[in-house]
């Protein structure tokens, strides 16, 4: 993991094929996702990336153990950006694999949510 304070660590249910494992670093929400993303397992995410109430919001999800995202997972993103960017804040995503990439460059994700080969530069502003 990036180096910080780390604080409030967090794992959500196992749900189905997809882990979230929500953790904060230096003020910014850390998602770490593992496993499949897509119609059976999107609520998981969903709860994690819910920032009512927050003011300017900061959130990084790590990518890189996730195996599997369909348009289930991108639209999911795209609304967690629009909210996001409401409030002020921003959303950034970090080490997708090869697979992962792909998908977001196809439909143009990555130019929408910044996406970061690390977690680190990810978590850097």
């Known amino acids: 993991m990036a180096e910080g304070h780390m ?19 230096d003020g910014i929400r850390v998602l770490s996702l593992s ?3 897509d119609h059976d397992t999107d609520e998981t995410l969903r709860q994690a990336l819910d ?8 959130i990084v999800v790590d990518v890189r ?25 921003w959303i950034r995503l970090a080490s997708p694999p090869e697979s992962v990439l792909r998908v977001l460059q196809l439909v143009g994700v990555d130019d929408l949510i910044a996406c970061r080969p690390t977690l680190r530069e990810a978590l850097t502003p």
């Not at 920032?51 to 900061?58: A, C, D, F, I, Y």
């Open 7 to 25: 604080t409030n660590t967090k794992q959500a249910a196992h749900t189905g094929r997809l882990s979230v494992v929500a953790t904060v670093t």
């Open 35 to 37: 496993g499949e993303l």
């Open 51 to 58: 920032v009512t109430g927050t003011t300017r919001p900061r």
């Open 65 to 89: 153990q996730l195996t599997f995202m369909d348009s289930t997972g991108i639209n999911l993103l795209v609304a967690a950006y629009q909210t996001v960017t409401r409030a002020g804040g």
